[in-house]
C-alpha cells in the first residue's frame, strides 16, 4: 500500500498490547499480498491480467473491497474510480509527473475506464472482468479498508481504546482513551509542512486526506481524455468508517464545490475541506473551503 501502518493503543498490559498490534500488522501484509496489482499473482494483479469474460475468483476481503469501491464510485457519481490504472499508465509517467499522451493512447485508456467493466458474483466471490486490458487501483481506497480490518483484530483483542494511522493520510478512531475528548489531529499546510493551518479532535469516525505533493496525478474518472485536474492543492474528508473517508478525499479532489456541498448536506456524517492551489505561495487557511461539520476545529492564526 505504499504507507506505513502505525498504532496507538491504550491498554495497562503492554506485552499484550504488543501482540495485539503484532497480529494486526500482520493482517495489513495479508491483505497487501491480496490488494496490491503490483504484486504477482495477487486477486488484483489476477484480475488486471484477466481475458474478456474470464471470471475470477478472489478472497472474501478483496470481493468486500471491490463491492465498497463500486458503491463509493456509485455515490460519487464516478467522480471515485478504481478502474483509473489504466488512466495513471497513459497521463503520467513512473514518477507521477505528466507526460503527452497520443490520441489513440487516450481512447484506449477512456474505453477500459468505468466500474461497468466489473461484474461482481456475491454467491460464489467470482470477479467477471468483461474487458481485456482493465487496470484496477485500489490505492484510493486499500489504505482505509486495512485500516478498518485492523480495527475489527483490535477489538476482537479488546484494545478498542485506539487509534489507526495509515500514512500521513488516513486516520481512523477505534474508540477515545478514557479520559481524553478525543484524539488531537493536526491538519498541515500541504504546501508547506512545517505550517499548520488547523487542529481539532477526532471523537469517532475517521478523516482522510489527498494532494498533489508530486507532479499532478489526480484524474477525474468522467473527464478521463482531459488529463491531470488542476485548481486543487488538497483535500481533507472525515466519515463514519476509513473506507468511505479514503474514498471522498479522492472523489474531492475533481467534484466541483457544489457537488462537494450536496455530497455533505445529503450525508450529515460526512464533512470535507477543500485547498486550492494557490502559486502565490502564501499560507492556504484563508483559501480553505469547509462542507458539512466539522465540530471544534481551530484554524491557526496567520
Known amino acids: 500500500m505504499a504507507t506505513v501502518f502505525e498504532l496507538f493503543i491504550v491498554e495497562e498490559d503492554e506485552s499484550y498490547a504488543r501482540g495485539g498490534a503484532q497480529a494486526a500488522f500482520a493482517e495489513v501484509d495479508r491483505l497487501e499480498m491480496e490488494m496490491s496489482r503490483f ?3 495477487s486477486d488484483i494483479a489476477r484480475l488486471n491480467s484477466a481475458f474478456s469474460s474470464e471470471i475470477v475468483e478472489v478472497g472474501m476481503e478483496v470481493f468486500d473491497c471491490l463491492s465498497r469501491a463500486v458503491e463509493m464510485c456509485e455515490q460519487t457519481g464516478g467522480a471515485f474510480d478504481i478502474s483509473i490504472g489504466a488512466l495513471y499508465e497513459c497521463w503520467l509517467n513512473e ?11 487516450v481512447a484506449r485508456a ?16 467470482g470477479v467477471e472482468v468483461l474487458s481485456e486490458g482493465l487496470q484496477l487501483d485500489l490505492g484510493g481506497i486499500g489504505k482505509g479498508f486495512a485500516a478498518e480490518k485492523v480495527a475489527e483484530i483490535l477489538r476482537e483483542w479488546s484494545l478498542g481504546q485506539a487509534l489507526v494511522l495509515a500514512g500521513a493520510s488516513s486516520v481512523l478512531s477505534v474508540s477515545v482513551p478514557d479520559g481524553m475528548s478525543g484524539w ?3 491538519l498541515r499546510n500541504p504546501s508547506c509542512p512545517s505550517e ?3 487542529r481539532f479532535e477526532l471523537t469517532k469516525g475517521a478523516l482522510s486526506g489527498s494532494g498533489r505533493q508530486k507532479g499532478q496525478h489526480i484524474i477525474d474518472p468522467r473527464e478521463a481524455g482531459i488529463g491531470p485536474v488542476e485548481g486543487r492543492l488538497a483535500a481533507w474528508s472525515m466519515a463514519d ?14 467534484l466541483e464545490p457544489a457537488e462537494i456541498d450536496d455530497y455533505c448536506l445529503a450525508n450529515p ?3 470535507a475541506i477543500i485547498i486550492p ?17 466539522w465540530r471544534g476545529i481551530n484554524w491557526e492564526s496567520d
Do not use: Y
Open 241 to 254: 468508517d476509513a473506507v468511505t473517508a479514503d474514498a471522498l478525499s479522492t472523489a474531492f479532489m475533481v
Open 184 to 186: 488531537p489531529i493536526r
Open 110 to 125: 477512456c474505453q477500459l475506464t468505468g466500474m461497468n467493466h466489473l461484474k461482481l458474483d456475491t454467491e460464489s466471490f
Open 277 to 293: 492551489d494557490d502559486a502565490s505561495g502564501k499560507s492556504q487557511r484563508t483559501q480553505a473551503m469547509c462542507f458539512g461539520q
Open 269 to 271: 456524517q460526512t464533512a
Open 39 to 41: 504484486i504477482e499473482n
Open 196 to 198: 499548520i493551518l488547523a
Open 95 to 105: 514518477d507521477k509527473t505528466v507526460r503527452q499522451p497520443s490520441e489513440e493512447e
